[in-house]
């Protein structure tokens, strides 16, 4: 293998061992998989066009066209053109995924889902920094700054996973470099022979600076940049935050082990179910006490995802302002509906921790102690400064407002502004969501009673199936495919019932959070996180946001929905106790444990219940990828063929093997060739003489490479015409030198023609045609042969 190869090698293996720091950010870390495919199609794509060679710029773009390809076909194929192609609709899913990923990394805890838009931002990541790499250490062959990207993405790892990516992580992106450096100095050794210093230390002639003399620069410049890249590795991750505050839990596993103390990790309905994370059993997140006779509707709401782009639910960036007390009267509520005021008291689990807080919805008052901000849109409460809900103890005075079915139907339309944002719905929803929603509201007369039909055909109309197995999606293809397959669970439901809500007009946004929980026997109500939950909330005039339930046997059928009946209001009366009895315990609530097949569906553990702005699959096999891969870097190899040719046979004809006579004539086919790809034509007819003096006329050649071209056609004519023709020494010192005048004398446009499609690449074609030809008449003949060896056969046979 050449000193570049070992180089290229090397830097892949940097890159790619740096980039191994990642793997505690994330689970599954499936994405290294395409990260290492892309960085060997970068390493194999500058490899070929160093053999051309390309000028370095054209080097480095020709490895981003590449990587670009193969990003936009494994994460946006199906907006691309021909499933590879970036085009406008790529460039906007591009963007999409970007800004989910970089909401989820705000986020999500550590271990943070495999999102799309997370897995997006760490292939790109490690993309850049091995073009960097390849291009600093064997493009330009410098590897001692290739470090500083190198330390870059190491230092942002463990910066980010507050020291997840340990000495083992550490010890292998070093390892990386070193190899990095070692393999450049091994090339340039190879090239240069034994390095000598300059003062010799030792006083005897000859010494070599390997034996006491001082390091050459390269050398020096690896030492130190060596040493400044370890020092910051191990002062920058003291100073990076750390991935922290996840929608439904903070950083940790939820094993209960480990520095954080168990904390339960996040659990977001946005999130793509990943049936691989490991589950722990039902473990409770908060308790509470209520004066609300009836805590069926007592829903825990966290926060509201208004924002429907395609790719996923989440919420808008809105202002955040400090707590009022009280809190604003809820949007669109009327005095004249009923609701009555609920008192809530929680306590968190101390291995609870995130930065949203659980509250019944709508809230009037909060009582807490800590930073806590409020956004007013949602009427959610989220920490700031790092605060958290760990071990919090709150009082939450709320409304359990409870409309009529009359009251609902007769609701005016809403503002102008409010169903502008409310009803978005991304031109990429397919057609047969809104035609499925035309179709199951048929015949209803109000937006009230097609709400309650989406809803009765989602929970027992429609014959839809409850199932933890359903891969996780939150996409538009997500919900056409749920539409047509009919089984998924509360994230599936929410999302397609509040999409098909908005395209029918009605305003509509999903909330998440917690199921009202399971009563104990001491009267408080356990919640655990397996109650975590998310259903619509649409919007009625003079109701507000209101409540709906479509998931079935998850959650209570809202009663403005359904018959009227009693219902369980509030005793005015009764305060609720703040004994110790309220404490959250550590262990499993009193409620069965949760069976495997919701472990995997993720409403039972930490990492569950949830889909971010994820895509809907969770991406193709690796083995396809490589093929893939493979059919489009062919493709794009055609058109190179010819370059690859003519680059063959340059290095065939210049080489040292076969005769004095021999090599002659090859070389000078190849000045004939070479001036054929700069526009002079070859004459066959002509004597080398001629020929020499028709090649530095038409192609207006430098004095220097004049005198080469006719001295290598007297070379010819002594090797043709002579009886002892003399031996011809630098003929390849001389047909590199009349290349280089053609060069020089040619335009950009005839220099790329030579480059690219050289002329004498027809020499293939004539060859196949000469191939094709000698195979015909030698089949003819043989044919012809095998005739008249039958003709002769018969009258044998007769006689």
């Given amino acids: 293998m050449s000193g570049r190869g070992r180089l290229t090698l090397a830097a892949f293996g940097a890159s790619l061992m740096a980039s191994a720091s990642l793997l505690p950010l994330v689970k599954p870390a499936t994405w290294i998989f395409t990260a290492a495919i892309l960085l060997g199609l970068q390493s194999a794509v500058g490899t070929l066009t160093r053999r051309v060679p390309l000028a370095r710029p054209l080097t480095i773009a020709a490895q981003s066209v590449v990587s670009l390809l193969v990003l936009t076909l494994v994460f946006v194929r199906e907006q691309a053109i021909l499933g590879v192609l970036p085009g406008p609709q790529a460039f906007a899913a591009f963007g999409s995924l970007f800004q989910a990923g970089v909401d989820d990394v705000g986020t999500y805890a550590i271990p943070a889902p495999n999102t799309a838009g997370i897995r997006l931002l760490l292939v790109c990541g490690v993309a850049v920094i091995g073009l960097l790499v390849d291009a600093v250490a064997v493009t330009f062959r410098s590897a001692a700054p290739a470090g500083l990207p190198l330390l870059a993405l190491y230092s942002v790892a463990a910066g980010l996973s507050g020291g997840g990516a340990g000495g083992l992580f550490f010890l292998l992106a070093a390892a990386g470099y070193l190899l990095l450096l070692l393999a450049e100095s091994r090339e340039r050794l190879s090239q240069w022979g034994r390095v000598f210093g300059g003062a010799q230390r030792s006083g005897r002639p000859g010494s070599a600076a390997g034996e ?71 473990r409770e997140v908060l308790r509470y006490r209520t004066n609300a006779r009836d805590t069926a509707n007592l829903y825990l709401r966290l926060v509201a995802l208004d924002q429907f782009d395609g790719t996923a639910w989440k919420s808008s960036v809105r202002p955040i302002e400090d707590v009022p007390e009280p809190l604003p009267w809820p949007d669109g509520l009327a005095r004249d509906v009923t609701a009555t005021e609920v008192t809530t008291n929680l306590v968190a689990s101390p291995a609870y921790e995130q930065k949203w807080l659980p509250m019944p919805y709508p809230a009037q008052k909060v009582s807490i102690g800590g930073s806590w901000r409020y956004e007013p849109a949602g009427r959610m409460l989220v920490g700031d400064n790092g605060q958290n809900t760990k071990g919090a103890r709150y009082t939450v005075t709320s409304l359990d407002v409870r409309p009529t079915a009359d009251q609902l139907a007769a609701a005016p339309a809403a503002s102008d502004k409010l169903r502008r944002e409310y009803t978005r719905i991304p031109a990429s929803l397919p057609a047969d969501v809104k035609s499925t929603a035309l179709s199951v509201t048929r015949g209803a007369r109000n937006d009230y009673e097609r709400a309650v039909k989406l809803q009765d055909w989602f929970a027992h109309d429609g014959g839809f199936r ?34 098909m809500a908005r395209s029918l007009g009605i305003p509509a946004r999903v909330a998440v959070g917690f199921m009202p929980g399971t009563a104990q026997s001491d009267g408080s109500v356990s919640v655990g996180i397996r109650d975590a939950h998310a259903w619509p909330e649409l919007y009625f005039e003079g109701a507000g946001w209101t409540r709906f339930e479509p ?61 971010g702005a994820s895509s809907d699959d969770g991406g193709m096999p690796p083995l396809q990828v490589v093929l893939i891969c493979l059919g489009v870097l062919l493709v794009l190899a055609l058109p190179l063929l010819p370059l690859w040719w003519r680059t063959r046979v340059r290095a065939r004809r210049l080489g040292p093997a076969g005769d004095p006579v021999t090599r002659i004539l090859a070389v000078w086919r190849e000045i004939n060739d070479t001036a054929w790809d700069y ?24 004095p220097d490479a004049a005198d080469a071209v006719h001295r290598v056609a007297r070379s010819v004519e002594q090797a043709l015409y002579a009886p002892h023709p003399r031996p011809a020494t630098g003929l390849t010192d001389q047909a590199a030198l009349i290349r280089r005048g053609f060069h020089t004398s040619a335009t950009r446009a005839h220099r790329l023609r030579a480059l690219l499609v050289p002329r004498s690449a027809a020499r293939v074609v004539w060859a196949a045609q000469e ?16 005739m008249r060896t039958l003709s002769r056969r018969k009258p044998r046979e007769a006689g």
């Fill in 212 to 282: 006491g003399g001082p390091a050459f620069a390269p050398v020096r410049t690896g030492r130190r940049i060596g040493v400044v890249a370890l020092g910051v590795a191990l002062v920058v991750p003291l100073v990076l935050p750390g991935l922290s505050g996840g929608l439904f839990g903070g950083a940790g596993d939820g094993e209960g082990t480990g520095g954080k103390g168990g904390t339960i990790s996040a659990v977001n309905p946005l999130v793509s179910l990943q049936e691989n994370l490991r589950q722990p059993e039902d």
């Fill in 771 to 786: 191939g094709w030809v000698a195979l015909r008449d030698s089949w003819s003949a043989r044919t012809r042969s095998a």
């Fill in 551 to 611: 998931t079935p046997s998850r959650g209570t059928v809202p009663e403005y929905t359904r018959e009227q009946s009693a219902g369980g209001n509030a005793t005015p009366s009764a305060q609720p106790s703040t004994s110790a009895s309220a404490q959250p315990s550590v262990a499993p609530s009193a409620s069965e444990s949760c069976p495997p097949q919701l472990r995997r569906l993720g409403e039972c553990g930490p990492d569950q219940a949830a889909g």
């Fill in 466 to 499: 409850y199932d933890v197995d359903v891969e996780s999606g939150t996409g538009v293809q997500a919900i056409s495919r749920f539409l047509k397959d009919k089984e998924g669970f509360c994230v599936h439901f929410s999302f397609s019932m509040a999409a």
């Fill in 679 to 702: 526009g002079v034509a070859p004459d066959e007819s002509q004597t080398p003489r001629r020929t020499a003096a028709r090649m530095v006329r038409l192609g207006e050649l430098p």
